[in-house]
């Protein structure tokens, strides 16, 4: 099967693009550094020549809810457009657990790139993940200085990696509209993650945990990036993915 990755340079990316070649997928990695601009569409006729999927993992980092939604819903929008012109098949997005119930600029412009995706032409599935384990230490190492502000956060980690395996199994089947969820085995606080993260490998900071305000930080705090029902279980417990990275 030949799978196009939009994003397929970054953190999930990489690794859905190494699980595809694993199972025997032949892979078009779309990336601006691979001549393909998914802000304006310039390139994607040629990736999407003779595709079969689409597996959707682009991102953009920004604290602007207006940045993230015109973001996503452009790239979304230019890839349905191509896709539909390529005869695609599947189009498969990753995307968050809880952007339905966490009111947060970025997470409503995700809710949104969902909606686009499941009604455009092409069928989709919509596969929502926790935060992955890396995301602790990209919340130690994102600022300089010597302490390090984490949202008040419970979460349910999941390897990077076990997400991408996933995607590729979505990718290789029907769509299926809404996947079942995936997290990792168990509940954790995000700030208790990122000091161990600064403990086992440094950068050595103060890590404060900080509750964002309104109804957005408390749903945070409270669970709402919880799985709510039964979904998959990632088996690499952060414990684990930590001892991995020394």
Known sequence: MRMVVAGGTGLVGKLVVEEARKAGHEVVVISRSRGV??????????AL??????????????????????FFETVTRNLRAAEERAGVKHHVLLS?????????????????????????????TVLRAAQFHEFALQSLTRMGGPIAVVPSM????????EVAAEL???????????????????????????RKVSRRCGPRKWVLGFPMPGRAGRAMATG???????????????????NELR
């Open 154 to 161: 419970l979460s349910q980690p999941v390897a990077a990696r």
């Open 168 to 194: 590729v199994r979505l990718a290789a089947g029907d769509p299926v509209g809404m996947a079942p969820e995936i997290a990792g085995p168990e509940p954790l606080r995000m700030a208790d993650l990122v």
């Open 224 to 242: 709402g990036n919880l799985p709510t029902g039964p979904g998959l279980r990632g088996r690499q417990t952060f414990d684990e993915w930590l």
């Open 37 to 46: 601009d998914l802000t304006t569409g310039a390139g994607l006729d040629e």
């Open 96 to 124: 968050i657990i809880g952007v339905d119930r966490v009111e947060w600029g970025y997470y409503q412009a995700k809710l949104n790139q969902e909606r686009v995706a499941l009604a455009g032409p092409v069928p989709a």
């Open 49 to 70: 020549r003779g595709a079969d999927v689409v597996i959707d993992v682009s991102n953009i980092e920004t604290l602007s809810g207006k940045k993230a939604t015109g």
